[in-house]
């Protein structure tokens, strides 16, 4: 049994990147604990109610149906896409990896998830995610640091998808997450599509599509199940260590 600790950005992160594989340690019997920086509250339309709460709540349901054995919540303030100057993004890095440090060697965690240095698409509480989880791999020594990332060229054929279905695409978005060469680990996780649906409808507050407004979790939620299984069969993982071109299957490659 090991310990692996999934390292997000807000609420929903988790269920769109890694929850195939989350679902998938649980049910071999290793420990599965996610720890999320922000509640998320910026990605929430104005409306009634505290909806940081809500999104934690959201998050809590997710993290259960993943078979998490602890969720771990920050609480620092969602930085937004714009950036905010007391936001998670405009936080000291060092001292919120000393914080996500302690989790790791706690729980003696001998794996942990983070993002590319450009956070996948550039968001900047994305982007600190790596800046965190690579100090804290330091400092807590942790052996196996996986970037959760989308091979590139699956993703322009989804936006080609999307051209052609009347969505349109945010600017630049062929040029974000990672390109198949760089791809360590391609994780299959269809015999738990069904967890990582349930987890991506979790956040309810995510799967609709307000003022017409295309959300991608809400996007991917409404495909037909043979399409979410082709689409979402796959999680994608950069390890840095290990020598280009490797192709592993399992996170835990060499541990297992
Ligand atoms: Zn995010």
Same mark, same amino acid.
């Given at each position: 049994?090991?310990?692996?600790l999934?390292? +997000? /950005?807000?609420?929903?992160?988790?269920?769109?990147?890694?929850?195939?594989?989350?679902?998938?340690?649980?049910?071999?019997?290793?420990?599965?604990?996610?720890?999320? %920086?922000?509640?998320?509250?910026?990605?929430?339309?104005?409306?009634?109610?505290?909806?940081?709460?809500?999104?934690r709540?959201? $998050?809590?349901?997710?993290?259960?149906?993943?078979?998490?054995?602890?969720?771990?919540?920050? =609480?620092?303030?969602?930085?937004?896409?714009?950036?905010?100057?007391?936001?998670?993004?405009?936080?000291?890095?060092?001292?919120?990896?000393?914080?996500?440090?302690?989790?790791?060697?706690?729980?003696?965690?001998?794996?942990?998830?983070?993002y590319?240095?450009?956070?996948?698409?550039?968001?900047?509480?994305?982007?600190?995610?790596?800046?965190?989880?690579?100090?804290?791999?330091?400092?807590?020594?942790?052996?196996?640091? $996986?970037?959760?990332?989308?091979?590139?060229?699956?993703?322009?054929?989804?936006?080609?998808?999307?051209?052609?279905?009347?969505?349109?695409?945010?600017?630049?978005?062929?040029?974000?997450?990672?390109?198949?060469?760089?791809?360590?680990?391609?994780?299959?996780?269809?015999?738990?599509?069904?967890?990582?649906? /349930?987890?991506?409808?979790?956040?309810?507050?995510? %799967?609709?599509?307000? =003022?017409?407004?295309?959300?991608?979790?809400? /996007?991917l939620?409404?495909?037909?199940?043979?399409?979410?299984r082709?689409?979402? =069969?796959?999680?994608?993982?950069?390890?840095?260590?290990?020598? /280009?071109?490797?192709?592993?299957? +399992?996170? $835990?490659?060499?541990?297992?």
């Open positions: 049994m090991v310990t692996c999934f390292f +997000h /950005a807000h609420p929903d992160d988790e269920a769109l990147l890694t929850a195939g594989t989350m679902a998938r340690l649980s049910a071999e019997g290793h420990r599965v604990v996610l720890v999320v %920086a922000t509640a998320g509250e910026a990605g929430l339309l104005a409306g009634g109610g505290d909806p940081g709460a809500l999104r709540a959201e $998050l809590r349901s997710s993290a259960a149906v993943l078979g998490c054995d602890r969720l771990v919540e920050l =609480g620092y303030p969602d930085s937004g896409l714009l950036g905010s100057p007391d936001g998670f993004s405009s936080q000291d890095p060092y001292r919120v990896a000393l914080r996500l440090a302690d989790v790791l060697r706690e729980e003696n965690a001998r794996m942990l998830t983070s590319d240095p450009n956070g996948g698409y550039g968001h900047p509480d994305h982007r600190q995610v790596h800046a965190v989880a690579t100090l804290a791999a330091r400092l807590a020594r942790t052996p196996i640091v $996986l970037e959760a990332t989308v091979d590139r060229s699956w993703y322009a054929r989804g936006l080609k998808a999307a051209r052609l279905a009347g969505i349109k695409p945010p600017p630049g978005a062929d040029q974000v997450y990672s390109s198949r060469a760089e791809i360590t680990h391609r994780v299959d996780v269809r015999p738990w599509l069904a967890d990582k649906r /349930a987890s991506m409808a979790a956040h309810a507050s995510q %799967a609709s599509s307000p =003022g017409g407004d295309t959300r991608t979790l809400a /996007a939620l409404r495909l037909p199940r043979p399409l979410f082709l689409a979402l =069969g796959t999680e994608w993982y950069v390890r840095r260590d290990v020598p /280009a071109g490797t192709r592993m299957t +399992h996170p $835990l490659a060499e541990l297992c």
